[in-house]
């Protein structure tokens, strides 16, 4: 872009301010280009560089007049005179109007950007080859690529400074906009005056391909110039807007007011490793769960030994035994590298005992790069809701070998009622807690049917959980209701990945009693008030 002014406008929540050095719109390498930032101060900055000298010379910077806070609309206008930083914003615990105006700059936003709490500020490592660039960033895109959604992952550029927060409708022009051009520019481009369209380089709408789902990775831009772009490493979308009025909490009943993309610094959905090899299941292995054995220089240790499990499965519609187990990945990875035995102030009384700390407990808890669990909060205090298996999973350790054909939870999600109705009994694993609407559909018809069903597990079927419609390997967990966890926002209970209800089951009437014919009393309170610390008083509650 060659001007001699120009704009970059959006709606930002950043859930971070005091992080540092953040960048939020950038087009930005080697002190070289343009941005929007969070200054090291927490304060909106602007930068423009040529990378010819110093930073501290070629910057061209204007800081805002006072720190961010979590409930501001800033936009940014700048010529080759000198730059300015203008805002309004608003405080959480005002009244929203009935019906808010979009980006008027007065403050009447909706109260989709005042939800969020703060998190801690954290050091974090980058995972080598892996971590994604986080906020927008303008940069060449292949489309072939970026069209591929879900599917193929696009290569990582070099990144640094990642955002945490919301990012809404941003916008780019090739002209210093006065106030009335970017406020018709927030409401979209289509609405514009045709003076003002011809100088938009770029007006990203995060709610333009908004449908019964939002799972799309594709991001669109709705100026002739179709900029389109791609969300890199799965920020969570189906957020709340600047402009959200609480009359609808499902995103594609008002796609307008979900205009937002949750950004986090340890986004994660595929490390994007190269393989260092491959295994072809010989012909007649019989079904049952394998493992890699991997070793550093042979040394056999902790330390320096690991297993990469795998499930080999009998060839498609020929059973080999009677009796299926059916394994429940999608709980694996749902506790996929959590931190529990080391953060949870109940892990002792969890397990009855105080936490046996395996190498891979104290490996994962100095390096979260490789990813969260479902329970464990972002670094800006929001919850994970996405886990991949396209990352090192540390924490999956099956103990044994299974003497019948065993399946997964994504191959009955795949095949339904079909794969079960080939065997006289089907054995559950011992912990299925999460399923997505296939599985349940299979195991209540399979049930109907006549078919054995064996229950072996605990705390099952409790969460709705669902796969990416283009990417098996990533699921989705949207917690709510109740629980000593973590909580979706206000709004945001909708998975992206079909446009249903997350949360629990029993939530969208599919009691799991009615499935596996017990339940469990979840009132533990009084349990509770002999925790202090994460410990009990006694190694034993006297009451249990």
Same mark, same amino acid.
């Given at each position: 872009?060659?001007?001699?002014?120009?704009?970059?406008?959006?709606?930002?929540?950043?859930?971070?301010?005091?992080?540092?050095?953040?960048?939020?719109?950038?087009?930005?390498?080697?002190?070289?280009?343009?941005?929007?930032?969070?200054?090291?101060?927490?304060?909106?900055?602007?930068?423009?560089?040529?990378?010819?000298?110093?930073?501290?010379?070629?910057?061209?910077?204007?800081?805002?007049?006072?720190?961010?806070?979590?409930?501001?609309?800033? %936009? *940014? &206008? @700048?010529? #080759? !005179?000198?730059?300015?930083?203008?805002?309004? =914003? +608003?405080?959480?615990?005002?009244? /929203?109007? $009935?019906?808010?105006?979009?980006?008027?700059?007065?403050?009447?936003?909706?109260?989709?950007?005042?939800? %969020? *709490? &703060? @998190?801690? #500020? !954290?050091?974090?490592?980058?995972?080598?080859? =892996? +971590?994604?660039?986080?906020?927008? /960033?303008? $940069?060449?895109?292949?489309?072939?690529?970026?069209?591929?959604?879900?599917?193929?992952?696009?290569?990582?550029?070099?990144?640094?400074?990642?955002?945490?927060?919301?990012?809404?409708?941003?916008?780019?022009?090739?002209?210093?906009?006065?106030?009335?051009?970017?406020?018709?520019?927030?409401?979209?481009?289509?609405?514009?005056?045709?003076?003002?369209?011809?100088?938009?380089?770029?007006?990203?709408?995060?709610?333009?391909?908004?449908?019964?789902?939002?799972?799309?990775?594709?991001?669109?831009?709705?100026?002739?110039?179709?900029?389109?772009?791609?969300?890199?490493?799965?920020?969570?979308?189906?957020?709340?807007?600047?402009?959200?009025?609480?009359?609808?909490?499902?995103?594609?009943?008002?796609?307008?007011?979900?205009?937002?993309?949750?950004?986090?610094?340890?986004?994660?959905?595929?490390?994007?490793?190269?393989?260092?090899?491959?295994?072809?299941?010989?012909?007649?292995?019989?079904?049952?769960?394998?493992?890699?054995?991997?070793?550093?220089?042979?040394?056999?240790?902790?330390?320096?030994?690991?297993?990469?499990?795998?499930?080999?499965?009998?060839?498609?519609?020929?059973?080999?035994?009677?009796?299926?187990?059916?394994?429940?990945?999608?709980?694996?990875?749902?506790?996929?590298?959590?931190?529990?035995?080391?953060?949870?102030?109940?892990?002792?009384?969890?397990?009855?005992?105080?936490?046996?700390?395996?190498?891979?407990?104290?490996?994962?808890?100095?390096?979260?790069?490789?990813?969260?669990?479902?329970?464990?909060?972002?670094?800006?205090?929001?919850?994970?809701?996405?886990?991949?298996?396209?990352?090192?999973?540390?924490?999956?350790?099956?103990?044994?070998?299974?003497?019948?054909?065993?399946?997964?939870?994504?191959?009955?999600?795949?095949?339904?009622?079909?794969?079960?109705?080939?065997?006289?009994?089907?054995?559950?694993?011992?912990?299925?807690?999460?399923?997505?609407?296939?599985?349940?559909?299979?195991?209540?018809?399979?049930?109907?049917?006549?078919?054995?069903?064996?229950?072996?597990?605990?705390?099952?079927?409790?969460?709705?959980?669902?796969?990416?419609?283009?990417?098996?390997?990533?699921?989705?967990?949207?917690?709510?209701?109740?629980?000593?966890?973590?909580?979706?926002?206000?709004?945001?209970?909708?998975?992206?990945?079909?446009?249903?209800?997350?949360?629990?089951?029993?939530?969208?009437?599919?009691?799991?009693?009615?499935?596996?014919?017990?339940?469990?009393?979840?009132?533990?309170?009084?349990?509770?008030?002999?925790?202090?610390?994460?410990?009990?008083?006694?190694?034993?509650?006297?009451?249990?």
């Amino acid at each position: 872009m060659s001007v001699s002014s120009f704009t970059i406008q959006a709606f930002i929540f950043p859930t971070t301010p005091t992080k540092g050095r953040q960048g939020i719109l950038t087009k930005w390498v080697n002190d070289t280009g343009y941005g929007l930032f969070v200054d090291d101060d927490g304060s909106l900055a602007f930068c423009i560089g040529d990378g010819t000298t110093r930073p501290q010379d070629l910057q061209r910077q204007a800081a805002a007049a006072q720190s961010l806070v979590s409930r501001r609309r800033l %936009l *940014r &206008r @700048g010529d #080759r !005179r000198g730059a300015a930083l203008s805002g309004a =914003g +608003r405080d959480v615990g005002q009244r /929203r109007p $009935r019906h808010g105006a979009a980006a008027s700059g007065r403050g009447d936003h909706g109260r989709g950007f005042g939800q %969020l *709490r &703060r @998190g801690a #500020r !954290r050091q974090r490592r980058a995972l080598p080859h =892996g +971590r994604g660039d986080q906020g927008l /960033r303008f $940069r060449p895109l292949d489309l072939r690529c970026a069209l591929q959604g879900g599917v193929s992952p696009v290569a990582l550029p070099e990144q640094c400074d990642t955002y945490n927060g919301k990012i809404d409708r941003p916008r780019l022009s090739a002209a210093a906009l006065d106030k009335h051009s970017i406020d018709a520019l927030a409401r979209g481009f289509k609405g514009c005056p045709a003076d003002l369209r011809r100088i938009v380089v770029g007006a990203w709408d995060f709610q333009a391909n908004i449908t019964k789902n939002i799972a799309s990775t594709y991001i669109i831009d709705t100026s002739p110039n179709v900029l389109n772009g791609h969300a890199i490493n799965l920020p969570a979308r189906g957020m709340t807007g600047y402009n959200w009025t609480a009359d609808e909490i499902v995103y594609h009943h008002a796609p307008e007011e979900y205009g937002a993309i949750h950004f986090h610094d340890d986004d994660i959905d595929d490390a994007r490793w190269d393989a260092d090899f491959s295994f072809t299941a010989p012909e007649g292995l019989k079904s049952g769960f394998y493992a890699a054995r991997l070793r550093i220089g042979g040394e056999e240790s902790a330390a320096t030994e690991d297993y990469i499990p795998f499930v080999v499965r009998p060839p498609k519609d020929q059973p080999s035994a009677r009796v299926a187990v059916i394994i429940p990945t999608n709980s694996y990875l749902a506790y996929s590298n959590d931190n529990l035995a080391t953060n949870s102030v109940v892990a002792q009384l969890l397990a009855g005992k105080v936490p046996l700390m395996q190498a891979s407990d104290l490996y994962l808890n100095e390096h979260r790069e490789y990813g969260l669990s479902t329970y464990s909060l972002h670094s800006d205090g929001s919850g994970v809701c996405y886990s991949s298996r396209l990352r090192p999973i540390l924490n999956m350790r099956p103990k044994r070998g299974l003497d019948y054909d065993v399946h997964t939870d994504e191959d009955l999600d795949r095949e339904g009622v079909a794969l079960l109705n080939q065997y006289r009994v089907v054995l559950t694993g011992s912990h299925p807690e999460y399923s997505s609407e296939a599985m349940i559909d299979a195991y209540e018809a399979y049930q109907q049917q006549g078919g054995r069903w064996l229950y072996l597990g605990a705390d099952g079927f409790y969460w709705c959980s669902q796969y990416h419609p283009d990417n098996g390997n990533i699921i989705e967990v949207r917690k709510g209701e109740a629980g000593p966890r973590w909580t979706r926002q206000s709004g945001e209970y909708n998975n992206a990945f079909d446009g249903k209800f997350g949360g629990m089951w029993r939530a969208r009437g599919r009691i799991r009693a009615s499935l596996s014919h017990n339940d469990y009393d979840n009132n533990v309170s009084k349990i509770m008030e002999n925790v202090i610390n994460g410990f009990l008083k006694d190694g034993r509650c006297p009451d249990v």
